[in-house]
């Protein structure tokens, strides 16, 4: 359908805390614009494309679709939850002039809203408050509107934003209504909200061309590919324009192939583009994001984008261990420093620098999901590296130093009120608010440094017996608060490389807990379980059985052994300390000690006692 100025244009974005709908918003809003075919195959949550967002149910990168409503075409951005990937939303947000605001009609305004909210309302964006989820029995939608509007106060809304309209959605089952009492048969009131409330995007189209790179993506055949909105001017296939770079430096290029979205789909530009679309460029060359596609012979550069710094770093290194190079097709330095410097590009929230060791790569981010995602993300991909525990960015102010520190959101059972809290002591938490949520639910908030999130998340959902719902995001950067004691308990290493016997680890059980199983291969120094007590204690899990006549192998067969503690990567990466490292592998997720040599191991340890 083609679309002739910008007033049928409505360019929106869908934020909202994780897992209150989002997704299953647009795909709702997808099915009833009649976007798919009838008899059309159609994933749920179709537009979480990563394999990784859909195992983990969450919105790592922002997506571009759009839908028809008539003779309107709504632009839509899904944006993800996590304050981690909160430079997407930042980015993101610059496209639109408009958002859905989601919020659960149980949960009301949780961490993430907070954060993405905020991040509208600087931008001056129209908010539209979409209760969803209407149709949970223990919906409270009348006390999570005052919530709403307490938030918005919170947050210095203008007083035109606080007079935002509301609209009551569910949107698994497809209705939105303007009276929560009576749910609606269709999505129709909310393209009506949309069509009436958010405004037509605005500028010139006589105007010089001006267009910021948002998001970048990458096709095969025609190389990097820039998104972004046409702020002023017309653009066409073949146009020479001016790409005003990071740098002040402006360089002339013929634009390739221009692209609008049609549904899930891109769809070649027939003709000229407009003011206000959303369009996907190819033939800008090495283009970064923040840069603006100007007019040829008048450039004019937009503002630079400006995104929240990282606030956790780790240490990113080439595997060294026993066992590397068996499992992963990229192994060397010089394929390490190309993926993360090639993440960089399109990550802006995410920092790579390199180190005195060229094998050694320090990379920062938003928080451990962040992190952990981009390790995840290359394991898939056949990289081995190994990682160091996130440590806090710090700095210095007026002499003194300076930690981020977390606003931290707990839900919690009333019965492990009291362990967590006491648990948030000892990590330095300071309690900011409590009140009851439901029946024995209690909802509380504390200030505490991001250093004292690290290998929390464990230990609160085995305090809370899984129940536990905890969500955080960076509030500030203030004074140190002095140490704070790490894993309480110390480590089983193991002695000697080889295969990991039933017999070898019957005999360690009594020492603590095991993380390895019978028949898995170690590596000495390599770490096989956690001890009962303080203190690291080297044990033998590949110790066999003599065989004599008066004893036989196949004895082993009646050992009964306890199952083994299995980590995942955030897990492994929250309990290592800081003499420790997580080797990863395509296949394989080990803890290591970073001296696997014992008798240096035990050097350096006195070393770091008498220098103490």
């Known amino acids: ?104 009609a149980f949960e009301g305004p949780m961490a993430q809203t907070k954060f993405v909210l905020r991040k509208a309302l600087e931008v001056g964006l129209k908010v539209i408050v979409v209760i969803n989820k209407i149709d949970r029995p223990d919906a409270r939608v009348s006390e999570v509107l005052d919530e709403v509007f307490d938030l918005f106060v919170e947050l210095e809304a203008d007083d035109w934003q606080l007079d935002f309209p509301v609209i009551y959605t569910s949107a698994r089952q497809g209705v939105a209504s303007l009276d929560p009492e009576h749910p609606g048969r269709n999505m129709q009131p909310l393209f009506e909200m949309i069509q009436t409330e958010i405004p037509a995007p605005s500028g010139d189209p006589e105007a010089p061309l001006q267009l910021q790179i948002t998001t970048l993506d990458y096709d095969d055949y025609v190389g990097r590919i820039g998104i972004g909105r046409i702020s002023g001017g017309t653009l066409k296939a073949g146009q020479q324009v001016s790409l005003c770079k990071q740098d002040g430096s402006v360089e002339l290029i013929k634009i390739g192939k221009v692209w609008i979205y049609e549904g899930l789909k891109r769809k070649e530009a027939d003709d000229a583009v407009s003011v206000g679309e959303i369009v996907a ?169 991001a250093r004292g999130l690290v290998g929390f998340r464990s230990e609160f959902l085995t305090e809370t017996k899984g129940e536990g719902i905890m969500h955080h995001l960076f509030e500030r950067y203030g004074p140190w608060k002095g140490e704070i004691s790490g894993r309480q308990r110390g480590v089983l290493i193991a002695f000697e490389t080889g295969d990991a016997s039933a017999y070898g680890i019957h005999n360690v059980e009594e020492r603590g807990s095991l993380f390895v199983q019978p028949t898995e291969k170690v590596y000495a120094g390599m770490i096989v379980g956690e001890n009962a007590r303080e203190g690291d204690l080297d044990v033998n899990v590949c110790k066999k059985k003599h065989l004599t006549n008066m004893r036989a192998s196949t004895a082993d067969e009646g050992i009964k052994l306890t199952p083994p503690r299995l980590f995942s990567l955030e897990q492994a990466m929250e309990y290592i300390e800081d003499d420790e490292l997580v080797e990863i592998t395509p296949q394989s997720i080990r803890m290591r000690k970073k001296i696997l040599d014992r008798s240096e191991r035990e050097r350096s340890n006195k070393r770091s006692r008498d220098n103490a």
């Open 1 to 104: 359908m083609p679309i002739k100025t910008s007033d049928q244009i409505r360019n929106i974005a869908i934020i909202a805390h994780v897992d209150h709908g989002k997704t299953t918003l647009v795909d709702c809003m997808l099915r009833q614009s009649g976007i798919f075919r009838e008899n059309e195959k159609v994933v749920e949550r179709v537009m979480d494309s990563n394999d990784l967002e859909r195992e983990r149910g969450i919105t790592i990168l922002s997506k571009n679709t759009a839908v028809y409503y008539n003779e309107m075409k709504i632009n839509i951005v899904d944006t993800p939850g996590h304050a981690d990937f909160g430079g997407e939303v930042e980015r993101v947000l610059r496209m639109v002039d408009g958002a859905l605001l989601l919020v659960d």
């Open 281 to 449: 460029l190819a033939g800008l060359g090495p283009v970064n994001i923040g840069e603006t596609v100007s007019d040829a012979e008048n450039p004019a550069p937009l503002p630079l984008l400006t995104i929240d710094e990282p606030t956790l770093t780790m240490t990113f290194m080439v595997n060294d261990s026993p066992f590397a190079g068996r499992e992963g097709k990229y192994v060397t330095s010089r394929h390490l420093r190309d993926r993360l410097f090639k993440e960089a590009e399109t990550n802006v929230s995410m920092k790579v620098a390199e180190t005195a060791t060229p094998d050694a790569f320090q990379v920062s981010g938003r928080g451990e999901l962040h992190l952990g995602i981009l390790i995840e993300t290359m394991r898939r991909e056949g990289y081995e590296l190994q990682v160091s525990k996130p440590e806090p960015i710090l700095k210095k102010v007026n002499g003194q130093t300076y930690e981020p520190y977390e606003r931290l959101f707990i839900s919690t059972p009333e019965e492990f009120s009291g362990r967590v809290i006491e648990n948030l002591g000892r990590r330095r938490a300071e309690m900011l608010n409590m009140h009851p949520v439901g029946i024995g639910q209690l909802r509380i908030e504390f200030l505490v440094p």
